[in-house]
């Protein structure tokens, strides 16, 4: 009986290791595709030009695994007071149970940044300009400024 | 807490166009935490090796200039509020 228990504790320890293993490919192709093929994307024809779009990639991924086993004894000392009579008759022997979990999330953020164009002249590489971006920049610049200079005028008075 | 920090320049492949070659560059920045089972990746352009028909290489550098002016404005801004804070002293001790 002792044996089926370790074998079930090592198939459950296989079942881990193989999740820890696709957990581990998946994040290697999570990583992948913030490589070259998403920094630099595939060219767009329009007529004799070519246009390369480039953007920058940022990736996170996080996970956590978790597992536990424990053994029932019916006639350990403790358990036996608790049971009933006729409960202790039927106690046969001690069951193991284990369990596992796991879970994770990832996040990838993508802004572009310049475009290359190829034409018959030649190459050469045109910037984005993220105008919505730079509007919030200057605003929260200017609410910083304003906050920390009435604080600094209050302090003076 | 050794958390594992790579930090290298690539190059993609090369993309033939009409009878231009171009050899796409990018940076990447990656931070590999084990203990926490987890990791980032950051990668952006760097630059663009352009070669044409007659076989001349130039690299063209890809410029972020949003990155570039969103620096500048925060930069301006922190060097004004440094200056108004310094004037402020200045004239609060005159004053006295």
Known sequence: ?157 | MSSRLQFETRAGKPIVIGKNRIIPFYQSVGVNMPQINGGVVWNRPVSVLAVNADGEESVIPVIDVTRRLQIAIFGSGLCILVLTWLLSKIMHKERR
């Open chain 1, 1 to 157: 009986m002792p044996n089926e228990g370790k074998s079930k504790v090592n198939l459950e320890s296989q079942d881990i290791s193989q999740g820890v293993e696709n957990i581990h490919n998946s994040i290697d192709n999570f990583v992948d595709s913030g490589g070259v093929e998403a920094v630099y994307g595939k060219p767009i024809k329009s007529g004799d030009v070519t246009i390369i779009p480039t953007a920058e990639v940022f990736c996170g991924i996080g996970f956590g695994l978790g597992m536990g086993m424990g053994t029932f004894r019916p006639d350990a000392d403790d358990e036996v007071e608790t049971l009933e009579s006729e409960d202790k008759q039927e106690s046969g022997p001690p069951s193991e149970g284990a369990g596992m979990g796991g879970g994770g999330g990832g996040y990838t953020f993508s802004r572009p940044v310049a475009l290359v164009i190829s034409s018959p002249d030649g190459v050469r590489v045109e910037p984005i300009l993220d105008r919505t971006k730079l509007i919030i920049a200057t605003l929260t610049t200017v609410g910083f400024m304003v906050g920390m200079m009435g604080r600094m005028m209050r302090g003076s008075r």
